[in-house]
């Protein structure tokens, strides 16, 4: 069977992603594995499928490289909405249904063929865990955000990896954020789960960062970069450590598009 297929990226969390509005395409964990793999197959990080809804324009579904389904993927949601707006699904602004419930989601002004700036609403965090070294929290999926220095030289693979095969996050386990205080900016890096690598960005992984950030710096509206490149964080803080209206920002761009068997 051939399908057709689009790879987009946002800030080099790269993706696939398939139209089955129609429901007539069904994955196993082995073909998604083999597409995202990077040597034989198109090499992603995740893929995504576009379905029918409801209750919203559309459905998102993530699926790991690990070829299991997964938790809310932001830079995902980012990239998925950007192809509903050039397939013509949606407007530029739109609401779209995930796996952590809906998201507002709207194409930036900036926006040339190809590449646009996508913001996305993220759900509500209104429990953080706030450790010595570490805080854990759930911006759709879980985090785990600690602040280092020289965050530029950690081994992010190995460290990360301890965490997340850590007695204390089994068995769901969770990501792994370090973080960076720069002058106006934070600096993440992140091992994501499912991914079972450092990733050149995470969106929740990003959102996670700068609501922590909060408890140090007190700035609602934060610049984050990652090896990818730079996001921005938008939030209202509520008494009780609730975080609101949080919203996430940056770039996404159609890499190609084509064919693959399945």
Known sequence: MKIKFWKYQ??????????D???????????????CNRNFGIGADGLMTINSSD?????????????????????????????AYMQGVTGKSMIFK?????HEAVIEEKCDDGLCD????????????????????????????????????????GE??????????MPEGTNVNFV????????????????EDETLS???????????????????????HTTGGEFIVNFEYEDGDRFVKIWLRGPAELVFEGTIEI
């Open 160 to 169: 990360g990896r301890k965490t997340r095969y850590s007695e204390k996050f």
């Open 21 to 35: 509005r129609n429901g007539e395409i069904k994955f196993t964990g082995e073909q998604i594995q083999r597409i």
């Open 98 to 102: 995930a796996y952590d419930g809906l």
């Open 55 to 83: 209750v919203a324009e559309f459905e998102m579904e993530y699926y790991n490289s690990d070829g299991k389904i997964s938790s809310m993927c932001g830079n995902g949601g980012r990239c998925i909405a950007m192809f």
């Open 118 to 157: 996508v913001s996305i609403s993220m759900a509500d965090v209104v429990e953080i865990e706030k450790n010595e070294s570490y805080y854990f929290l759930d911006t759709g999926s879980p985090h785990y955000v600690e602040f280092v220095e020289h965050v530029a030289e950690l081994d992010v693979v």
């Open 180 to 195: 960076e205080m720069r002058d106006d900016k934070i600096f993440v890096r992140t091992y994501e789960r499912g991914v």
């Open 202 to 224: 995470c969106g929740t992984g990003v959102t996670a960062s700068a609501i922590s950030s909060y408890f140090i710096t007190g700035k609602t509206s934060q610049i984050v």
């Open 10 to 19: 946002a800030n080099g969390n790269d993706f696939v992603i398939v139209d």
